[in-house]
């Protein structure tokens, strides 16, 4: 159905910046709300930012708030995440994800989303 590829991960030092990329294919989009996700060994996987495909609205989670901005090309069924200014504790690997916005649930609950990529892994050093 849906296939999600995520690109643009790697090592940076503190305060550099990265930009992620979620390429979409199998569905039109429109209708979908989309994620980022992070996770770090041994802790649980962790929301960072959702975007509306269709208005643009947006949330994240506060630690990335001010550093962070999701955004989406329609032309070419891309969501974005671009970290800047980023920190040692942002070192986890990246999943996107998404989900029809009229799904019930939380948006920030990984269970909630029906689609997932494969990860990209960041790596921020001190």
């Known amino acids: 159905q849906v296939q999600l590829v995520e690109s643009g991960g790697g090592l940076v030092q503190a305060g550099g910046s990265l930009r992620l990329s979620c390429a979409a294919s199998?569905?039109?989009?429109?209708?979908?709300?989309m994620g980022w996700f992070r996770q770090a060994p041994g802790k649980e996987r962790e929301f960072v930012a959702v975007?509306?495909?269709?208005?643009?609205?947006?949330v994240y989670v506060d630690s990335v708030k001010g550093r962070f901005t999701i955004s989406r090309d329609n032309a070419k069924n891309t969501v974005y995440l671009q970290m800047n200014s980023l920190k040692p504790e942002d070192t986890a690997l990246y999943y996107c994800?998404?989900?029809?916005?009229?799904?019930?649930?939380?948006?920030?609950?990984?269970?909630?989303?029906?689609?997932w990529g494969q990860g990209t892994q960041v790596t921020v050093s001190s």
């Open positions: 975007i509306n495909w269709s208005t643009g609205w947006s």
């Open positions: 994800a998404a989900r029809r916005t009229t799904t019930q649930g939380s948006i920030r609950t990984p269970r909630d989303y029906e689609y």
């Open positions: 199998g569905r039109t989009f429109s209708t979908y709300t």
